[in-house]
């Protein structure tokens, strides 16, 4: 086990720059995510630490030491791909033994049939058996050891890679969206269980994927990448609730967070839809900016309001409901977190007025950056930090 | 590139090799007599004036010629005419070697008529094996009938049969039907083309039904399917398929040797070349490599300019 | 409220069995053809030549006498086709491997390659498209002995350093082998001939067969430790080929068992000095066609028949039983 260490590294593909100087501490034990969308240069950067790409520039560590000059099959990693990349042609058990072959019998001893005469082999061979059938108990695959992958089904198959992944000790764990071939039921299991496993052998992952929700529930830090830079990197909550920019509070949340426009007036008050809020900057430049507010963070309310507007759809999950409220003079519409009991208030067409807390509202400046030094005008005039 | 250079380095040694009798033959069908016994002359030979004797020779002037030429000749001697004759056949069958060996190919043998020999017999054997093979593969694969498995199973059968192996008895009946030596011997054993039902009926498979229906709702009957429904659909499998069939029987030498034996009008440019071989003495390199030229272009020509589709159709087998 | 039940049950049904019928009918008159052709190409000289084997039959003849399996006795006894045999298997065994490895090798290699990939697959399959009687008569010129640009090539070397190899010291103290006039030499300039033509169209399999090697296996490789490349090709390449290698290798052996354009065009009569390249085929045009022995001729037929469907058989089991990873 180790921690990573990732400095300033910047990849470009012809003309593209897929990574633009990404920087990032991964302590020993932990489990950090890479999120973003595609093309984000989530994936590249993964197989940068992997050696499967080599970065433009900048370094990386695994345990303090740089890894520049070693190629993928010395680093002492493990990997699980997205297609799961297993070898057609071996069965199972097979499978799940070929890290430990290639690395503790040489090439004669790898041999069919000579191989198995050489001094050694059978002693290793052996002790190959036991470790393969330990990775098979703990993910309960022990009864496939004989099947072709080709016999499997997919989530049979990703229990195979991992078991492979995991059959040896490397200094950390790489793992390439490996949910994303499997059905949205089998994912949420999968989702849980690799979480455990994380628990289990207390060691160094890091996970990509596309999903949000993945990344939210697994992770200890989650890691926006976009446009090739890592936005902000942080544990679930914080990213949640504290994003750094508007892009990352776009990213993280379903349903999405509602954007609305902002005016900073000169005196550094906040002014939506032309009313001032009991809201202002102490500092910064003035004009436009925006407010974030999660679903959560709206509620209805009778009486005046700078957000009136019609409900037009709603959704209700059983527990939780969502509600679309179409805003005059709002190019989006807005979406409002309710309880099911309140859904006589709101059927289709009603007119509505939302109101929200101002703290936690979440306030970012014309270029997206977050806004956090405010001050509150009603009440004690306090600073949200 | 840099790190690659070894590699470079082995398929240029490969290239040399492979192209070597390309080169060779092509540059013999440039050259002099004299160069290519002496092996000069680079690719194109230098292509100076050279005389051919043959030419020469038929000239030779007899007694009436020289009668003939008397009156424009005044006052010489019969035997100055018969040298001012001679110095004229030589300057009229002095040519550029390039001249000389390609009219030489297509004047010592017929190697026009071997041509369209070539193309009758390549285009009657396709356009046969698509008339017989489409029908069939179009019932094997879309209609449902008490034998179909029978037929299929024919069908992958034959396949282990390669026509080349059972010439001895297929050359016994055409004989015995007094069939050799006629455009027939060198079609009817290539008519039936197991491979083409197999690749064909495999093609259908994945045209959806609903394709085949509709047809039926808009009246057509099975025959006219085949033709009008199925036939444009298979377009790019047939000329892969084409391809595949025109490389082989244009290139095929086992055969025709068989069946056609000394009626040059019959002879396809294999065959012709082969004769060209059989008779000629070594002067006879330059127009013979001149014919092997010839037959060889159409097909280079053809594969340069559409590469990708001939190696699809070339490697159809690899479809199986 | 019965005659409404009959029309609607009873029309449907109908038309369903006459559909059937008229679909029965049109398959088989869209099959006949070719069913015909089927039995009379390649059905019935299949068992006119089994018949033939037992008989000595000759064309012209009136009659011919049942002779039992005289035919095959002779094949298995007479000097002649063990030479034939011989000169088969000789040609055989060495094409396939040779043909096939350097497929394989060329495809590698141009595989890994960006730039003239194209150029170099071009250049290899020229062979594949080209007449090979046109082909076989350029090489003969080629190895012609004394004015041939091989022999001459290997003059040249005279008095170089490379006449430390011994082949080449000895041709330049005596003479270059005479090559297709050398019974020592001539069945190798068959097999190399064979080779140079047969490689390009399984370097062009080998080409189709690599684009199907999921690119993530290799990754997933790199990562388990296989460094070497010798390591991935075993653990990725090798197995992924598997499909394409049986096919590759039993299309090689049809074709080299049918060899005979070259040897018809080298040595029109006999098969080459001593007979040291009198194979099947040739075996076959000479002794039934040329010699009118057809029931020798026949016998040849279902011997080279029988091996050729043997290899075929292999194949298809092969393919069903061990290549299907599934």
Redesign the interface.
Known sequence: MAGLSIENVTKRFGETEVLKGVSLDIADGEFVSLVGPSGCGKSTLL?II???ETQGAGSVRIGGTPVEDQ????RN???V???Y??????TVGENIA??LR??RLN?VQRLPLVGGLMPGTRAVAREIGQHVADAATMLEIGHLLDR????LSGGQRQRVALG?ALVRDPAAFLLDEPLSNLDAKLRVQTRAEIAQLHRRLAATFVYVTHDQVEAMTMSDRIAVMMGGRILQCAPPDVVYEDPDRIEVAEFIGSPKINILPLEILPDGRLSLQDRALDLAVVEGARGVASLGLRPEALRLKSGDSPLRGRVVHSENLGSEMFVQIDVADLQERITLRATPEQRGALALGTPVALDFDLHKALIFDADGARIRRLRHLNAAASEVA | MTRDWWKHLILILGVIIVIAPFYMMVSYSFKSPGEIDRGEGGFFGRQELMVDERCVKLRDPDRDDIAVAAGRFPGHSDSDIRDALLAEAQSDCSMRPVIFNYTKAFTEAPLLRYLLNGVIVTASIFFIQVIVALPAAYALAKLKFWGREAVFSLVLFCLLIPVHAIALPLYIMLAKLGLTNTYAALVVPWTISVFGIFLMRQFFMTVPDDLIDAARMDGMGEFTIVWRVMLPTAVPALLAFAIFSIVAHWNDYFWPRIVVTGNRDLFTPPLGLREFKGDGDGSFFGPMMATATVIVTPLIVAFLLAQKRFIEGITLNGMK | MAVIDVSMTDAPRETTVARATQERRAAWALTAPALILMVIVLLAPVIIAGLLSFTNYSLGNSGFDWVGADNYEKLFTRSTYEKMFIATLTYVVTVVPLSVGLGLGAALLINTLGRFREIYKTIYFLPVMATLLAMAIAWEFMLHPSIGMINRTLEATCGTPFEVVPFIANGCADRFPLWLGDKRYAIWVICFIGIWQGFGFNMVLYLAGLTSV?R??Y??????????A??RFR??TW??L?PTTVFVVTISCIRAFQVFDTIEAFWPQGGGPNKSTYVMMFAIFEKGIQQNLIGIGSAITMLFLAFVMFLTLIQRWLVERKVH??
């Open positions: 197989r992997a050696g499967l190629r993928a099959a010395d990693l493990s990997m791909f997205q297609s990349a297993l070898y057609p042609h071996l070929v890290p290639m690395r090439g072709k992958p080709g016999q492979r | 999921h993530e296996l990754h997933a490789a790199e990562m388990d430790g296989a460094k070497s010798w390591d653990l990725v197995p992924a598997g990873y599934k």
